[in-house]
């Protein structure tokens, strides 16, 4: 049984940085695609990046240049390096993780990020 686990998140002020984990585990199988996703109160949930095993990363216009997303292959993990944040990022933050495009996705619990003073 695949279980896809985030942590990181908490409550920062604006122009802070937080760093978010996700590690996915129980599969036979690496996770060539993993993602952080996000979803704000009454919003859609919405892409921040997404990064394969390769290490090609693919970023949301608003939020490149602020975020990072980077993995460890051997523990099938992903992170998300978040700086210069602002209260608009204040969200739920998903990971999501799949063998490849089109596989089965698994996703977290979900991770709250607030960013207020």
């Known amino acids: 049984q695949v279980q896809v686990v985030e942590s990181g998140g908490g409550l920062v002020q604006p122009g802070g940085s937080l760093r978010l984990s996700c590690e996915a585990s129980?599969?036979?199988?690496?996770?060539?695609?993993m993602g952080w996703y996000r979803q704000a109160p009454g919003k859609q949930r919405e892409v921040v990046a997404v990064i394969t095993s390769g290490g090609s990363p693919v970023y949301a216009d608003s939020m490149k240049g602020r975020f990072t997303i980077s993995r460890d292959n051997a523990k099938n993990t992903v992170y998300l390096q978040m700086n210069s944040l602002k209260p608009e990022d204040t969200a739920v933050y998903y990971c999501?993780?799949?063998?490849?495009?089109?596989?089965?996705?698994?996703w977290g619990q979900g991770t709250q990020v607030t960013v207020s003073s």
């Open positions: 129980g599969g036979t199988f690496s996770m060539n695609v």
């Open positions: 999501k993780a799949q063998r490849g495009i089109g596989f089965t996705a698994y």
